[in-house]
């Protein structure tokens, strides 16, 4: 399991142009979803015509709660496990950020934390930048404000108008995003078969969702944004990390969780 590409559902608004990058150019992903909150997105019909599993919902009359839990439902039967924006013109409640185990990336317009929001080649130009460029982040609660993953530069260009410097960016986007989903995704498999090895196959285990590990119901490491939380910290993996402290901090996390019935059958 740990060896098949990572599923991605691709979140849309619009026409879909990162969405295109994203799917010609999946390499440790596949994009098992195209959905939206605009049935008349021009992307969805881009992706359906390719034969791939679309979706669309408006949350206009439904509300935002029934909206989500209908994109979340359709996003876990499509058996995602990392969902990337773009285009995607909605901000997600931090309750649907939770259920993806905050495995969601967006691609902003600008050298975060430059220009969050809207109009960033306007900004970038009034304020006289020499570089503009763009930006792949974790997606939070609060608007373009997660961490930073990946970034690419272009320069600004004498008699630049904001449309000829969104053309510029957008080339650097269809080059970056789907580099930076391809690495997030293989760093999660990496991540995901070297705790399962160890997790696993330590007493009383269970994985009720994919990356969350419990004993006796009770969690002690988690998946989560392409980081793994245990019971007692947060580690953060450097560009090559030391797998055996990952699967030795795995097996302590266990050892501070387990009822002590378990302690004793396991214990290393
Ligand atoms: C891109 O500029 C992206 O950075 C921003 O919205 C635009 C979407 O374009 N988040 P497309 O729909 O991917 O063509």
Known sequence: MADAPIGVAVLISGRGSNMQALVEQARDYSVVLVASDRPDAPGLAWAADRGMATFALSPKG???????????????????????????MRLL?????????????????????????????????????????????LVTPELDA??????????????????????????????????????????????????????????????????RFTVADRAFARIQGGELWLVDDRVVLSDDPDWQLVEDRVARAWELTAPSGLLEAGGR
């Open 146 to 211: 997660g961490r930073v993953i990946g970034q690419s530069r272009v320069p600004v260009m004498p008699g630049d108008t904001p449309d000829a410097l969104a053309a510029r960016v957008l080339v650097a986007e269809h080059q970056l995003y789907p580099r930076i989903v391809s690495e997030f995704c293989r760093r999660m498999n990496d991540l995901l078969s070297h705790v399962r090895a160890v997790a696993l196959q330590l007493p009383g285990v269970a994985e009720p969702e994919p990356g």
């Open 62 to 88: 439904i509300g935002k709660p029934a909206y989500e839990a209908a994109m979340l439902n359709r996003i876990a039967n499509s058996g995602a496990e990392v969902i990337a924006l773009a285009g995607y």
């Open 93 to 137: 409640t931090s309750s649907f950020i939770t259920t993806m185990r905050g495995n969601i990336v967006n691609i902003h317009p600008s050298l975060l934390p430059l220009y969050k929001g809207l109009d960033t080649h306007a900004r970038a130009l009034a304020a006289g930048d020499a570089e503009a460029g763009c930006s792949v982040h």
